[in-house]
């Protein structure tokens, strides 16, 4: 069988997935037994409202996913890529890294424009429809002006750094790409903090008082040196709460959610909090950290490996490993892999909460308020309650609620 027949099999295996997961994910686990167990801790409302925000805009994620794939398709098996290469290398008077720079941005705008009605309707209406989203339309279009800028800008360093990479270096490639791309991962995470979330958002040293007494004493218990607690205005935005560490060593900050202060107490926040210091006590971000560079390595060979292949056979029209028109064919396979990888990152990612939900409650030994903030967490940000486990296995990061609760419960103080 011709090698671009399989492809093709492959990718309309990928489409059928998703969509069978679409299904299940809206299906939800409707189980009576889990039911019962749910109303222990939440009403019938909290369960349908979670169940109507799972759902919402269920047909337009379909449609958008529908239309990616047919994008992604048409670079790939039609001439369309090599046609665009050649057009824009008599453009720019065979300029090469022009020729990728263009390449990439044209690629990139046809999806942006395919997404931005998507976008809009999930991240605006709907969010203005589920009482989540504080933002006026201008807001809107500044937030997601200044996201498609930053992203455009990162990418096409990116994109024509890996090409210089690639043309540069045709052997070693392999083994630079992935430690390169382990250097910049490490500069981005120490940047990201000082350089991305002040376009955002804007914060400030947490007050002094009872909670920033409270959250140095905890970290004093983890022996956890940290720099300063922020307190960053995610209200501005939206409702939804959350807290994060960044940084390393003793640069290492603590970002709170004002969403998150104005609606806990002092003890849940110090919970979350808790389970965030779980994350750094076990090096979670240094494992995720090595385990993608392993991963990206791995990819290397792979995608360097089928090329070849490809090429040889030459039932897809490809150029060099290098050229821009390789990118799309190259963008899907990395896709197929990932949807291939994802289960196990999920799951990788599941065993991490659950080991910084036990680090919360040996730190904090009050499980009273891990329930509650639980409880209150998915009441918040109208959780879905009873997902279908075959969409938490492929695709959640973090356990059920109900699976985080009954972990709390079996806890002894
Ligand atoms: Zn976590």
């Known amino acids: ?3 671009k027949t399989i492809l093709l099999f492959l990718f309309v295996i990928q489409i059928l997935f998703t969509l069978a997961m679409k299904y299940l994910s809206y299906q939800g686990d409707n189980s009576s037994q889990l039911h019962e167990q749910i109303l222990k801790y939440f009403t019938e409302v909290d369960i349908q409202k979670g169940i109507e925000y799972a759902r919402s805009g269920f047909f337009a994620s379909v449609l958008s996913d529908l239309l990616d794939f047919v ?10 890529s090599m046609k665009l290469e050649s057009y824009l290398e008599k453009k720019t008077g065979n300029r090469f890294y022009l020729t990728v720079l263009f390449f990439f941005l044209i690629f990139s705008a046809v999806q942006f424009l395919i997404s931005i009605p998507f976008q809009y309707y999930f991240g605006f209406v709907l969010e203005h429809q589920f009482g989540f989203s504080k933002m006026t339309f201008p807001d809107w279009v500044v937030y997601t002006g200044k996201s498609l800028g930053i992203a455009a800008l990162g990418g096409s360093i990116a994109v024509v750094g890996i090409a210089f990479l690639l043309k540069k270096f045709r052997r070693s490639w392999k083994y630079l790409l992935p430690m ?5 991962g490490l500069l981005f995470s120490i940047l990201f903090p000082i350089v991305i979330t002040p376009l955002f958002y804007e914060y400030k040293p947490i007050e002094e008082g009872n909670l920033k007494t409270k959250i140095v004493a905890l970290c004093e218990k983890a022996e956890i040196q940290i720099e300063n607690v922020y307190v960053i205005n995610e209200s501005k935005y939206s409702g939804h709460t959350n807290a994060y560490f960044t940084g390393w060593g003793e640069n290492r900050k603590i970002f709170l959610y004002d969403t998150l202060i104005q609606n806990h107490t002092e003890e849940e926040i110090i919970s979350v909090l808790g389970h965030e210091i779980g994350h750094w006590t076990h090096n979670h971000q240094v494992k995720d950290i090595v385990i993608g560079t392993m991963e990206t390595l791995v990819l290397c060979f792979i995608l360097s490996y089928l090329f070849q292949k490809f090429k040889t056979e030459g039932s897809i029209s490809l150029r060099e490993f290098y050229s821009p028109s390789t990118l799309p064919f190259l963008f899907l396979l990395l896709s197929l892999f990932g949807s291939l990888t994802r289960p196990v990152w999920s799951a990788l990612s599941r065993t991490q909460e659950i080991e910084a939900d036990i680090e919360a409650l040996v730190l904090t030994n009050d499980k009273k308020s891990f329930i509650n903030t639980e409880i209150k967490l998915a009441k918040d940000n109208q959780g879905r309650l009873n997902p279908h486990p075959a969409e938490v296995f492929f695709y959640h990061s973090h356990p059920t609620t109900l699976e ?9 103080e």
């Open 71 to 80: 994008v992604a398709g048409l670079f790939v098996f039609s001439p369309l």
């Open 1 to 3: 069988m011709q090698l």
């Open 180 to 184: 390169i791309s382990l250097v910049f």
């Open 404 to 412: 985080r609760i009954h972990l709390a419960e079996a806890w002894k």
